[in-house]
């Protein structure tokens, strides 16, 4: 079983209130949909800032992370069908976290 990065993008939290409902309507649905396979429910984010040695990459806005744990990337993307985040217009984005030998 692989681990995936879940980020969720295009839907920044306008206030503590919406993120507090959102985040109730979000537990909810992952308990149900997700059960075991969610390793880490994650939180919204801010972005702070970056560093580089040199001209740092283009910024991107990452409002918020979750972890899973599925056989596949397509396991992982049928897992998170109906995710309250899409239905509310926001982008998930998943990325398969690789093992690699120190």
């Given at each position: 079983m692989a681990l995936f990065l879940i980020t969720y993008h295009?839907?920044?939290?306008?206030d503590i209130e919406y993120a507090t409902a959102s985040r109730k309507s979000?537990?909810?649905w992952a308990k149900?949909?997700?059960?075991d396979a969610l390793v880490e429910f994650g939180a919204p984010l801010l972005q702070s800032g970056q560093m580089a040695v040199g001209q740092p990459a283009d910024a991107v806005e990452i409002d918020?992370?979750?972890i899973i744990r599925?056989?596949?990337?397509?396991?992982?993307r049928a897992m998170l069908e109906g995710h309250p985040f899409?239905?509310?217009?926001g982008t998930i984005q998943i990325n398969e976290c690789m093992e690699v030998d120190a």
């Open positions: 295009g839907m920044a939290y306008p979000f537990r909810a149900e949909a997700l059960g918020g992370y979750s599925a056989r596949s990337y397509g396991e992982a899409l239905k509310e217009g």
